[in-house]
């Protein structure tokens, strides 16, 4: 009997040891690493994370930072559960079976769209990417769902051969409609997403804004969206922002045009159920791109001008001054320096076309030169782009 109570205590020694043993490697392991965190990296294992000795002239401090990820995460799902709503996709027209058995004839499949586009307007405008033709023939072989899965008939489609992007009209009614994202608002780094009008999301960041180089048209865009990662074959050609705001379209060559440049036409649509450009018909460099190539040489704009402005000029054969054209019309000429369109300078954050974009044709506005170190101003009809 005492044999067995002395085995009975050796066990119960040997579980309690083993126990604290464990749980001792367990705080220890903790204490390790939360002082690693700690003292070689800076990072305390709970409560805020005090980035500003890590980073010079900074004070920045994330409080709450295991919730940062989950945060965006959620935020990520709800724009694209939003983005969906004014998503639409595209399908060649069934033929139904009204037999009373099921026949796949007698759906659109949501995952295979002929293709997809985006809500412009609560009364039915869409654009999209996918190639349709404008002849009503043609047209009307092909059908509209949303994400409610109400089907529509398509009535009109106009093609803008400029962007590439087709416009076309379906009679609905109260539609879900995205806001367009501010341009200057756009920064490298930024989240963006792409998401299918069925809900597939997708997220990337911005890299760089495109520049085009050499001598820039005032009548053509001069930048594109460039993103990190190539945007997948199932999304729609729309860009968002965490916002859930539109911040670019993207052509059948993946080429991403930011909603600035479809201003004009898309307003042009709206009111004249048509397409109409506007154009001022001159080349331009931007004065800021322009460094003397000796300190004895003068910039073109001397003191007066500085980094502002664009300089009117010639690109390889085209002339500068497109004869006929609203810039001719006005006086402008190679040479000249534009300082000024319609009360704006012209500088890093406006160029002539971002100017034209909030113009009509047929509207009048005020250009301010330099011209042999004189400064003037001239009267610009908007003419339409050809």
Do not use: C
Request: glycine fraction near 8%.
């Amino acid at each position: 009997m005492e044999r067995v109570k002395n085995n009975k205590t050796i066990i119960t020694v040997i579980v309690v040891a083993a126990f604290f043993g464990l749980a001792g490697g367990v705080v220890g392991e903790l204490f390790a690493r939360a002082y690693l965190l700690e003292s070689l990296f800076n990072l305390p294992i709970y409560g805020d994370i005090n980035l500003s000795s890590a980073t010079a002239g900074s004070n920045l401090i994330i409080r709450q930072a295991s919730r940062v990820v989950v945060n965006e995460n959620d935020k990520i799902d709800e724009t694209i559960n939003s983005m969906r709503s004014s998503l639409v996709g595209i399908y060649k027209k069934q033929n139904p079976v009204e037999d009373g058995n099921f026949s796949a004839v007698n759906y659109y499949s949501a995952r295979e769209p002929a293709g997809q586009g985006l809500v412009l307007t609560g009364d039915g405008w869409l654009v999209t990417n996918f190639s349709l033709s404008d002849r009503a023939a043609d047209f009307a072989q092909f059908a509209v769902v949303t994400n409610e899965k109400k089907v529509y008939g398509i009535d009109r489609v106009v093609k803008d051969k400029y962007s590439k992007m087709v416009f076309l009209h379906v009679p609905a009614r109260d539609l879900s409609v995205k806001k367009f994202a501010d341009r200057l608002a756009l920064k490298n780094g930024e989240l963006v997403l792409a998401a299918s009008w069925q809900g597939a999301g997708w997220t990337s960041t911005v890299e760089n804004r495109e520049q085009f180089s050499a001598a820039n048209s005032s009548d053509l865009p001069t930048d594109r969206i460039a993103l990190k990662d190539a945007v997948p074959a199932f999304a729609a050609p729309v860009i968002f922002n965490l916002s859930g705001e539109v911040i670019g379209l993207m052509d059948s060559e993946q080429k991403i045009e930011p909603m600035s440049h479809f201003i004009t036409a898309i307003d042009s649509l709206f009111r004249l159920k048509t397409i109409k450009r506007p154009s001022l018909g001159f080349y331009y460099l931007p004065a800021a791109a322009l460094v003397p190539v000796s300190e004895k040489i003068k910039t073109f704009a001397g003191d007066a001008a500085g980094d502002k402005g664009v300089v009117i000029y010639k690109d390889g054969k085209t002339a500068a001054v497109a004869k006929g054209s609203a810039a001719d019309f006005a006086g402008l000429k190679e040479g000249d320096v534009l300082l000024s369109l319609d009360e704006v300078d012209l500088d890093s954050g406006h160029n002539p076309n971002d100017i034209l974009q909030t113009t009509a044709v047929g509207d009048t506005i005020t250009a301010a030169i330099l011209r042999n170190g004189e400064k003037k101003d001239l009267e610009i009809k908007i003419g339409e782009l050809k």
